[in-house]
């Protein structure tokens, strides 16, 4: 209640339920709430959803905005990870210091799809822990929520026809050479016929792997603490953790500084190279 909200949104059926549903909720709860479309430049019909969904908002009283995106910079992490990138600084720039939420679509099947593309890329316990229903954003005081992660693709596009909505069709979807296509389309409903539930089941697991991320964190925190010192940490202090909490300890020490994770192996090898350093270096 009372929160400030800016929804992104893509014209797609699951954020054009979603931008319903706040809207029908924002007098009762007196939240306001704002969108923003991201053009991202991969789709030739980028430019017509933009304007589908400034005449949706339009109608519906909801203060628009867009901004075409450059993925240039982030080819390094592929086409759908350098889309999300320039999606989430956008979002955090339009957002402000007067936003509470940056609210996202994303629904169950996703949060499967997730965590399938994060085991085939050996992901430990954060990555397998999925899309969390909020967190926070870099480079934004706004939380990023997803309020529909219990809800499925059924059952959003139930609802859709349900009140006779519209939305616009992203034809890439149906390119199964996308990585996230192709679990959606080859790999999901294989998974569904053998075992019934199933994306129901990886999305539990995806909760309890977020439970098990957030004590790893703390652990991390806390053992921080213990081999930290003013110039940074003593290879001895962190050698005497062991191997498994010395590498959490790097994870996390790497993620406070904005460091990118660089694997597991590199890790390994870090490690290795330290239990031949001097003890009393420091890193």
Not at 93 to 102: N, P, Q, Y
Not at 191 to 217: C, H, I, V, W, Y
Not at 271 to 280: F, G, I, K, N, S
């Amino acid at each position: 209640p009372g929160a400030n909200l800016l929804l992104g949104l893509s014209g797609g059926v699951d954020s054009v339920v979603l931008l319903h549903i706040l809207r029908q909720l924002a007098p009762q709860l007196r939240f306001s709430v704002r969108a923003l479309y991201v053009n991202h430049g991969i789709s030739p019909n980028a430019a017509s959803w933009g304007t589908f969904c400034e005449g949706l908002c339009a109608r519906l009283a909801v203060p628009y905005a867009s901004e075409v995106v450059d993925i240039g910079p982030y080819r390094a992490l592929g086409i759908e990870g350098a889309a999300r990138q320039a999606r989430h600084e956008a979002l955090a720039r339009h957002a402000g210091e007067f936003t509470d939420f940056i609210v996202l679509a994303q629904h169950r099947d996703d949060q499967a799809e997730t965590l399938l593309l994060q085991l085939t890329r050996g992901a430990g316990a954060r990555g397998l822990a999925g899309m969390p229903v909020d967190r926070e954003i870099r480079g934004s005081s706004a939380r990023l929520l997803r309020p529909m992660l219990w809800a499925t693709r059924q059952q959003i596009m139930d609802w859709a026809m349900q009140q006779n909505l519209e939305w616009v069709n992203d034809e890439s979807n149906n390119d199964i050479a996308l990585k996230r296509n192709f679990i959606r389309v080859e790999v999901l409903p294989v998974l569904e016929r053998g075992f019934p539930g199933a994306s129901a089941a990886m999305a539990r697991s995806t909760k309890l792997l977020g439970d098990a991320s957030k004590l790893l964190d703390r652990m991390a925190d806390e053992d921080i603490e213990k081999v930290s010192r003013s110039h940074g940490i003593r290879v001895s202090d962190l050698k005497a953790l062991g191997d498994a909490r010395a590498r959490n300890v790097l994870r996390r020490w790497s993620e406070r500084r904005g460091i990118p994770w660089p694997g597991l192996m590199r890790i390994q090898e870090l490690l290795r190279q330290l239990t031949e350093a001097r003890t009393d270096a420091l890193i």
